[in-house]
Antibody, heavy 123, light 108 residues
Framework: QVTLKESGPVLVKPTETLTLTCTVSGFSLSNTEMGVSWIRQPPGKALEWLAHIFWNDDISYSASLRSRLTISKDTSKSQVVLTMTNMDPVDTATYYC???????????????WGQGTLVTVSS | SSELTQDPAVSVALRQTVRITCQGDSLRSYYASWYQQKPGQAPVLVIYGKNNRPSGIPDRFSGSTSGNTAYLTIAGAQAEDEADYYCNSRDSSGNHLIFGGGTKLTVL
């Protein structure tokens, strides 16, 4: 059974750096054609893709958040870490990690997703 | 463009067929995937690629694309299909992923 679980602080202060960890089980971060992606959802709003890292260390970031994001993986620990700098109250959201599949040149998909972790940015 | 546009809300009578749309220029080059999200839950993949259903997703869910529009069709909607539905694809550059704004489906 494949599972992903997010962990990290529930509350961060403005200007602080957020560090989230996604621990996966049931597959390896070295498995070809897959990787881990981070996606967030502010309360009552739509999903927003943030970043992903594939088995071959191919990395991509949201164009609008690229300067604030860093994603990395530790295959031996089955963990993917996302850091987001200079947090602001508008970054309050549920942060999900999900396994991303590489479907070749024409598509990707996310399956399964973690349960998500709510991060609140407030002083 | 870097946008996927969805109707905010759609309703369907029980056991009728509904089509949820997702528009964007990048859909001319890239397939969409579709996710169902019920309140308080994580999204669940329902359709990916040309028209692929993950194991466990009922066959009343199907996907298609025409031009710059992707469609999620639910044939014979059930009460348990009431949820938010999001489309996802790559942007026109192919380097980034984007989500639509979501469609709230009400089953009457």
């Amino acid at each position: 059974q494949v599972t992903l679980k997010e962990s990290g602080p529930v509350l961060v202060k403005p200007t602080e750096t957020l560090t989230l960890t996604c621990t996966v089980s049931g597959f390896s971060l070295s498995n070809t054609e897959m990787g881990v992606s981070w996606i967030r959802q502010p309360p009552g709003k739509a999903l927003e893709w943030l970043a992903h890292i594939f088995w071959n260390d191919d990395i991509s970031y949201s164009a609008s958040l690229r300067s604030r994001l860093t994603i990395s993986k530790d295959t031996s620990k089955s963990q993917v870490v996302l850091t987001m700098t200079n947090m602001d109250p508008v970054d309050t959201a549920t942060y999900y990690c999900a396994r991303i599949w590489y479907g070749g040149n024409r598509y990707n998909w996310f399956d399964p997703w973690g349960q998500g972790t709510l991060v609140t940015v407030s002083s | 463009s870097s946008e996927l546009t969805q109707d905010p809300a759609v309703s369907v009578a029980l056991r009728q067929t509904v089509r949820i749309t997702c528009q964007g220029d990048s859909l001319r080059s890239y397939y969409a995937s579709w996710y169902q999200q019920k309140p308080g839950q994580a999204p669940v993949l329902v359709i990916y690629g040309k028209n692929n259903r993950p194991s466990g997703i009922p066959d009343r869910f199907s996907g298609s694309t025409s031009g710059n529009t992707a469609y999620l069709t639910i044939a014979g909607a059930q009460a348990e299909d009431e949820a938010d539905y999001y489309c996802n694809s790559r942007d026109s550059s192919g380097n980034h992923l984007i989500f639509g704004g979501g469609t709230k489906l009400t089953v009457l």
